[in-house]
């Protein structure tokens, strides 16, 4: 997928979606921005279908460290969902700031293997992103994470270990 292309049409998904699912501590100041999380993932054959539980996000900066904030426990199915129909997990109102990491915390994974719904074992209970963004006020920063079901999903050990790449677009 082509980085540039990604981003607008997350972008646009965004705007689109306008959903609020989360809140913060930082909500209505004057100082604060606002940032978009979406979900997609790359597709997996013999797979029909893969629903993840989100239940929360935590951002890390360097001035107050990891900070949680709530997720309406969502679940998704993410196999098919591409940075053109991403679907957007969280919008969260939060302090003005350089962030460093993100964990998007899952508490169950179910995947339609040969039309059998099979319940997967978490290796790790949170996708980690370690990348630096910035959060300005008055602006919004899209976050597109994609996970790749390919390298996530052990199909013989019904084991998920999530690994995700990442997109940022500010908007």
Do not use: C
Not at 6 to 14: C, F, G, H, R
Not at 38 to 65: E, K, M, R
Request: a negative charge; hydrophobic letters at 45%.
């Amino acid at each position: 997928m082509k980085a540039k292309g990604i981003a607008i049409i997350v972008v646009i998904l965004i705007i689109a979606a306008g959903g609020y699912f989360g809140y913060s501590y930082y909500e209505g100041s004057q100082n604060s921005g606002h940032m978009a999380i979406s979900v997609a993932d790359a597709p997996i054959s013999g797979v029909s279908g893969v629903y993840i539980t989100f239940s929360a996000v935590s951002l890390h900066s360097n001035t107050s460290g990891w900070v949680n904030y709530s997720v309406a426990t969502h679940t998704i199915d993410i196999l098919n969902l591409t940075a053109t129909n991403a679907s957007l997990l969280t919008n969260i109102t939060l302090h003005a700031a350089t962030y460093t990491m993100i964990r998007l915390y899952i508490t169950n994974v179910t995947v339609d293997v040969l039309g059998v719904q099979v319940n997967f074992s978490l290796n790790t209970p949170f996708a980690f992103i370690n990348h630096p963004f910035r959060i300005s006020a008055h602006s919004t920063q899209d976050i597109l994470i994609d996970f790749n079901l390919n390298q996530d999903l052990n199909l013989n050990a019904k084991i998920f270990t999530p690994n995700v790449g990442f997109t940022v677009q500010t908007s």
